[in-house]
């Protein structure tokens, strides 16, 4: 869960999506979520496919952000739902008992609502505010905190993160950090990939 990517077409430039996946794994990305809120269900199935395919062949775990029925359809390995997309216990019925299922919190209640549904991790935020999701929550550190000591499921921060934000993470008990522009926006995704996992590495225990 150490250096999470969210994925955002919007900045691509024109680049291939499944290419910014890849070098974005090449610089140490170690989790992969799909986030396409608007597009044509036909168009999100086939980059769907083809990102499970490029993350099954990097051993990168792949899932789909709020729809878990096409998660089943192409064998993703799993769904993030948020607390106003599917309900978690509704999407481990969907998906079975081996699918990851992550659950969107902002809070100390509905970090241990999720975990009791089953949630296998929790992303938390936003740490802070964003234009990516102008509409999240935004969580304090002493929130930030308080939701990774009473769980045992993992956490990861989310929102404004970036190499020179990800100092907000330290001592809050996280186990990684979810991006967006960061990687995506980035010239290099390469790159940035490595610069945010190496201050990942050097900020979180």
Not at 42 to 57: F, I, M, P, T
Not at 82 to 106: F, N, T
Request: proline share 3%.
């Amino acid at each position: 869960m150490r250096l999470y990517a969210v994925t955002d077409r919007a900045w691509l430039g024109g680049r291939s999506l499944e290419q910014c996946v890849s070098d974005a794994i090449d610089g140490g990305a170690t989790f992969i979520q799909l986030r396409e809120k608007d597009a044509p269900h036909d168009e999100v199935l086939g980059l769907a496919r083809s990102l499970k395919n490029l993350c099954a062949r990097r051993g990168v775990p792949f899932v789909i952000d709020d729809d878990a029925s096409l998660a089943c359809e192409v064998g993703a390995d799993g769904v993030h739902v948020g607390q106003s997309d599917m309900a978690c216990a509704h999407a481990r019925e969907l998906l079975g008992p081996e699918a990851i299922v992550g659950v969107s919190a902002s809070t100390v209640q509905q970090a241990l609502e999720a975990q009791a549904a089953g949630a296998d991790y929790l992303g938390v935020g936003a740490v802070i505010p964003t234009d990516t999701k102008p509409d999240a929550d935004f969580v304090s550190f002493e929130e930030l905190k308080a939701i990774c000591a009473v769980v045992s499921i993992p956490v990861v921060a989310i929102g404004g993160l970036n190499a020179g934000t990800l100092d907000c993470l330290r001592g809050s008990g996280v186990d990684g950090a979810a991006v967006v522009s960061a990687i995506f926006a980035a010239d290099d995704c390469e790159a940035a990939a490595r610069e945010l996992r190496d201050k990942l590495e050097e900020v979180l225990p």
